[in-house]
């Protein structure tokens, strides 16, 4: 849900850009190299999400000194993605500047990329508007989504992509029962793009992203998709079933993830991992840390072969100003909702350093 989040501050994209633009110009980062897992292969790929706090947002040299000061504390992936209608605001004009632009960069600072372009986001369809009522097997939405997804497979002959997934967390649009007599057409929809994409770029890994397994009761909407995919990507952050955002216990994290690993042949890609420090969610600065520590060990007993990469989510909170917005995108808020998405980062609002940030540093 909070990638979702992230996407929807007003004014991003041409923020970003700018941003972009300046890092680029400044000569680029560098990578760190890829250490070895235990048994001698690769280490996943790790990310953090490495947004400055809010008023530097548009600032490249604020940007480049966070991916810089992530980048040696080993960091050496990133998570980006659009939604759908973001990216054809009119219908049949596809407008892919961004994704290009933004793919050479994250090349040119030494960042592997992973790609989810949301057809489907978290609670509703990320479609363009003429789409919004059109069956997902319906001719036109096919070729539709045939020529985005052409598009992206475009960048990806100059800027490969790590992985590229069809959906965010589309598990809680077509887990509602409102919903649930569209996913037929959905996964054909998902499996016809898969099949296009291994034969235009063979070796491309094509996932749909959803929610973690443990404790989800929709967790049927992933392995449906996984069965055909190349990955199976996921958000994790630990909820206590049924409740107001409450996280469970940080010492749950090396057994809901080792499970998930253990869950099918096919690697895993956890495009967000977070644990919010806020006292409204039953956390603390104390617990994030502890569940900050528990990830960063975890991810240095895997191996690239089972498991893909990372992304841990994420670096500064956000500001009430950001959060008012992303409130008004999902439609509401509650006080567990509140301090989740208000309490992810490992610095708060300001940039002043959580427990967390010391956990991540040196675990």
């Known amino acids: 849900m909070t ?32 250490p070895s897992a235990p048994g001698g292969g690769p280490l996943p790929f790790l990310g953090l999400v490495p947004n400055p706090t809010d008023a530097n947002f548009a600032n490249p ?8 000061l992530l980048q040696s504390t080993g960091v050496d992936f990133t998570q980006s993605g659009d939604l759908w209608s973001s990216l054809e605001p009119t219908p049949g004009a596809i407008d892919g500047a961004r994704v290009r ?44 989504v045939d020529a985005m997804v052409d598009t992206l497979l475009a960048v990806a002959a100059n800027w490969p992509f790590v992985a590229l997934s069809l959906g965010n967390e589309v ?63 996921y958000t994790y952050y630990p909820f206590v079933p049924a409740s107001d955002f409450q996280h469970r216990p940080p010492t749950v994290l090396d057994g809901d993830l080792d499970a998930i690993v253990a869950r099918a042949a096919t690697p895993v890609l956890l495009q967000e991992v977070g644990y919010s420090s806020s006292a409204a969610c039953g956390s603390s600065p104390a617990a994030q840390a502890e569940f900050v520590r528990r990830f960063r060990r975890w991810h240095a007993r895997q191996s690239r072969d089972r498991v893909l990469g ?24 509650s006080p567990g909702f509140a301090g989740y998405l208000g309490g992810l980062g490992l610095r708060d609002s300001l940039g002043r350093a959580k ?7 040196a675990p």
């Open 171 to 233: 598990d809680g649009y077509f887990g509602q029962p409102a919903h649930q007599a569209e996913f037929p057409a959905y996964l054909a929809l998902v499996r016809r793009e898969i099949a296009r994409v291994h034969a235009a770029r063979p070796g491309l890994k094509v996932a749909c992203c959803t929610t973690s397994p443990p404790a989800n009761p929709a967790a049927w909407v992933g392995d449906s998709l996984n069965a055909s995919t190349d990955v199976r990507v």
């Open 101 to 144: 632009f933004q793919a050479r960069v994250f090349a040119t600072l030494g960042l592997a990329q992973y790609y989810n372009l949301r057809i489907v986001d978290t609670n509703q369809r990320g479609v363009p508007a003429d789409l919004a009522a059109t069956a997902w097997d319906a001719p036109e939405m096919l070729a539709r």
């Open 3 to 34: 990638s979702a989040a992230r996407h929807r501050h007003r004014g991003a994209p041409v923020a970003l850009l700018g941003a972009l633009c300046g890092l680029l110009l400044a000569g680029g980062c560098g990578g760190t190299g890829h």
């Open 61 to 68: 040299d604020s940007n480049l000194a966070a991916i810089q």
């Open 310 to 333: 990372a992304n841990y989510f994420l670096f500064t909170d956000w500001t009430s100003a950001t959060l008012n917005r992303l409130f008004a995108y999902y439609g509401g808020t």
């Open 355 to 361: 427990p967390s940030w010391e956990a991540w540093r």
